[in-house]
């Protein structure tokens, strides 16, 4: 079992969801996200998501756009994602990587998978390949032991649904609402539909994400998913603050909200 | 032709988009569902008489197709060349792209969505689809960068008259690119009520196919003008390319006939040497952008790296996927132009025939004078050239103005 799974069935045993933050490597600067996962990991995140930045980043809403395009204004590469990758799995929590197709293809799929693993991550999130166009990860990705997390959505039909939760591994991504990451004033309706439908075709723990940003959200959300996921409102804190040590206390005091969240679930 | 050429007869691309090794869909599982049921209305549209008549009939009394093929006469002596212009620039709205919108703007209706958007470079497709929309009565949002929304002014409110919203978008390079990402980013939200009226022969299957299937009448037109006029088919065809649906278009019907080449010209703008440019198969690699894999301009990273023509039709760091294609497999040639060839024979098209034609389209007159000799050197005799007038230059004079020095100093 990957360490993600290990992770998940932790907090089952606890009756409780696993909290998955996330931060794009090289933001602010690549120390700055290192500092910021970190904190992020001591502030009872239980899993960090790497999201590696890309210049045309389509499933983003504006402020993982405007903290992608700080990081590549600052000249991050895809070899310092794995340098942050590597720093932040020494903390023990495990790291999963969230990217667009294009910096994979270009690094070379089979490579990237070997130093991923080297690493210390666990597998990669991939908002933009679908399993019809994922051969080359998928062989890499077995070659490798990496898990494979692809995206479920509200619009999948039943039989895409199931095709997709049978490619992946370590645990599902479902979208909680047709649109782009950013944090949303209102919980979703669809996403306890979605969750219990991919839980009809799979054992595999399921993460919810899109527009989750506040402890009551995030305890709402481990009222029915095994994972709750959180981006913009992370990144919103470093990107509101005026300095990185405010941006590093406001990251705090949300991460632990959040983990308070995700252990009263809701119903 | 070998059996994995590409073909008029509809071989390509495979049932998932495929081109070779270009194509497909890389998108967001959430846009899956809504590209599905495009794919099924369009191949249904396809054979269907009653959606073929509607649409022929929109093309002959609202766009004005057939358009003419002219024998530009005075241009022919200039450059050794029998040029045949296809005037796509008397369409109404001015350009080819009129085909592609009222084709999608059907395929709409009957999707029984009320809503489309748009993106737009210089404001000619966000026109276009503005144009449709008014006529179809569907409410239209068009993206634009904000740096190209203030370039454009005019087309932008052109756009508003028509009774479209113009967004402009004002992350990455706030360029075609960045409307592109907005639009998809709209789609993903609004993909029930909405559909995504792209403006080339690009993104994630089924579009680079459709909009072919839309604009190949160019093509179909030229084949049997020029058999009409000369009593043969031409030597070449060639075209301007940016994302490469007017390409597409004029190319389609003659990919199956083995002695037309098929020349492509993209936008070189300073030159490729430079880095300045817009050549994406010249100058770029292979990668995956905007939802399909094809030609990019990127850097070692993947990281979309931004285009420069003198052109804004033609800046765009992408190609659509059956060019990819066409170029690998050796059916057609590509080809950089670069912005001051392109405005010499924007030049050249106003003084020997009167008319002014698109800065997009001045690239593939410029290509043509090129390969002229090359190509009456082959053939002994002097070729015979059916090149695409993709669009007309109304829209370039301020552009055109500036470049040449011929505005009057306020």
Not at chain 2, 266 to 286: F, L, N, V
Request: negative net charge; proline residues 5%; aromatic residues 6%.
């Amino acid at each position: 079992m990957s360490r993600i799974g290990v992770a998940f069935d932790r907090a089952r045993a606890e009756g409780r969801a696993v909290l998955v933050g996330c931060m794009p490597a090289g933001f602010p600067t690549v120390e700055g996200s290192i500092a910021a996962m970190t904190a992020m990991v001591e502030a009872g995140v239980d899993v960090i998501e790497v999201e590696i930045p890309y210049s045309d980043p389509v499933m983003d809403g504006p402020v993982i756009q405007r903290a992608s395009d700080i990081a590549l204004a600052g000249g991050v590469r895809v070899a310092d994602t794995l340098r942050i990758i590597d720093a932040v799995a020494a903390t023990g929590a495990p790291v999963v990587t969230m990217t667009y197709w294009n910096p994979i293809e270009q690094y070379g799929v089979d490579a990237f998978a070997r130093d991923l693993a080297a690493a210390g991550g666990t597998g990669l999130i991939t908002p933009d390949l679908i399993p019809d166009e994922a051969q080359e990860w998928l062989a890499a990705s077995d070659a490798y032991g990496l898990d494979r997390t692809f995206l479920v959505s509200p619009s999948s039909t039943d039989a895409r649904l199931q095709m997709t939760v049978e490619h992946c591994r370590g645990f599902v991504y479902a979208t909680a609402i047709m649109g782009v990451t950013g944090a949303r004033a209102r919980a979703s309706a669809a996403a306890p539909v979605l969750v219990s439908r991919v839980r009809a075709v799979t054992d595999l723990p399921v993460g919810v994400g899109l527009g989750i940003g506040t402890g009551e959200q995030a305890g709402m959300a481990a009222g029915f998913a095994d994972g709750v996921i959180v981006g913009s409102a992370l990144i919103r804190c470093l990107l509101d603050a005026a300095s990185l040590p405010a941006g590093l206390t406001a990251l705090r005091e949300l991460s632990t909200e959040l983990a308070a969240g995700v252990r009263t679930p809701t119903a | 032709m070998s059996v994995d050429t590409p073909a008029a007869t509809g071989r390509y691309p495979d049932a998932a988009g495929h081109f070779g090794r270009f194509g497909g869909r890389f998108v967001p599982e959430a846009l899956v569902a809504a590209l599905d049921e495009l794919d099924d209305a369009w191949r249904t549209a396809m054979g269907d008489e009653s959606f073929q008549t509607e649409f022929a009939a929109l093309l002959r009394d609202y766009a004005g197709a057939p358009s003419l093929l002219y024998p530009a006469r005075r241009l022919s002596a200039k450059i050794g060349a029998q040029v045949l212009l296809k005037r796509e620039d008397l369409n109404h709205t001015g350009a080819h792209k009129v085909r592609n919108v009222l084709g999608q703007a059907l395929l709409t209706k009957r999707m029984g969505k009320r809503r489309v958007i748009a993106e737009t470079g210089a404001g000619q497709h966000g026109v276009a689809t503005a144009t449709a929309a008014a006529l179809f009565d569907l409410e239209c949002v068009v993206y634009m960068g904000a740096v190209d929304t203030q370039r454009q002014a005019l087309n932008v409110a052109r756009m508003r008259m028509l009774g479209a919203t113009v967004v402009p978008v004002t992350t990455g390079s706030r360029t075609l690119k960045d409307a592109m990402n907005e639009a998809m980013r709209d789609w993903v939200a609004n993909v029930d009520s909405t559909h995504y009226l792209i403006g080339t022969a690009a993104g994630p299957h089924p579009f680079p196919a459709l909009v072919r299937d839309f604009v190949r009448g160019i093509g179909d037109e030229a084949r049997q003008q020029c058999l009409d006029l000369v009593g043969a088919l031409p030597d070449a065809v060639t075209a301007c390319v940016g994302g490469g649906s007017n390409a597409l278009g004029v190319f389609h019907a003659f990919v199956d006939d083995p002695g037309v080449r098929l020349y492509g010209f993209e936008a070189g703008g300073d030159g490729p040497a430079t880095g300045r440019h817009a050549a994406s198969i010249t100058g770029g690699s292979s990668g995956v952008l905007h939802g399909t894999r094809t030609y990019v301009l990127q850097d070692a990273d993947g990281q979309t790296v931004e285009s420069h023509s003198i052109s804004a039709g033609l800046d765009y760091p992408g190609v659509g996927p059956e060019h990819a294609w066409l170029h690998d497999t050796g059916r057609a040639t590509y080809r950089p132009v670069t912005d001051a060839d392109a405005m010499a024979a924007f030049e050249l098209l106003c003084r020997t025939e009167g008319i002014i034609p698109a800065i997009e389209s001045s690239h593939a007159l410029a290509g043509t004078a090129a390969i002229a000799p090359e190509l009456a050197a082959e053939l002994g005799r002097e070729p015979v050239v059916v090149v695409n007038l993709s669009g007309r230059g109304d829209k370039d004079v301020h552009t055109a103005g500036e470049y040449f020095g011929v505005l009057d100093k306020e």
